[in-house]
Nanobody, 123 residues
């Protein structure tokens, strides 16, 4: 059973908005710090944003600050990423991660992963 399932990706134009969702299969997974990463072909998977279990503390990579918002609904075992003013540089496969430590931005620090959802931003 896939522990995390992402949805909400798609093809949009620059300046548009999208909201990604990530649903955890088990509450034990969703009750941890969670994060979003993204990856483009030929590049390493990079950290985008993270949120603590309580949802009170968030962390963002500089390139998305002020445009993206990470949030969670623990009752629904679901993580969200609201993306506004999308740029062509945001084009990537977006992955949900869980079971890591807040502040850790390397992929090896996270235990659970989804299969990813494609976001394509055209100019």
């Amino acid at each position: 059973q896939v522990p995390l399932v992402e949805s909400g990706g798609g093809l949009v134009q620059a300046g548009d908005s999208l909201r990604l969702s990530c649903t955890a299969s088990e509450r034990t997974i969703s009750s941890t710090t969670m994060a979003w990463f993204r990856q483009t072909p030929g590049k390493e998977r990079e950290f985008v944003a993270a949120i603590t279990r309580s949802g009170l503390i968030t962390d963002y990579v500089d390139s998305v600050k002020g445009r993206f918002t990470i949030s969670r609904d623990n009752a629904k075992n679901t993580l969200y990423l609201s993306m506004n003013d999308l740029h062509t540089g945001d084009t990537a496969v977006y992955y949900c991660a869980a079971g890591g430590l807040y502040g850790r931005r390397t992929t090896t620090s996270w235990k659970y992963w989804g299969q990813g959802t494609q976001v394509t931003v055209s100019s």
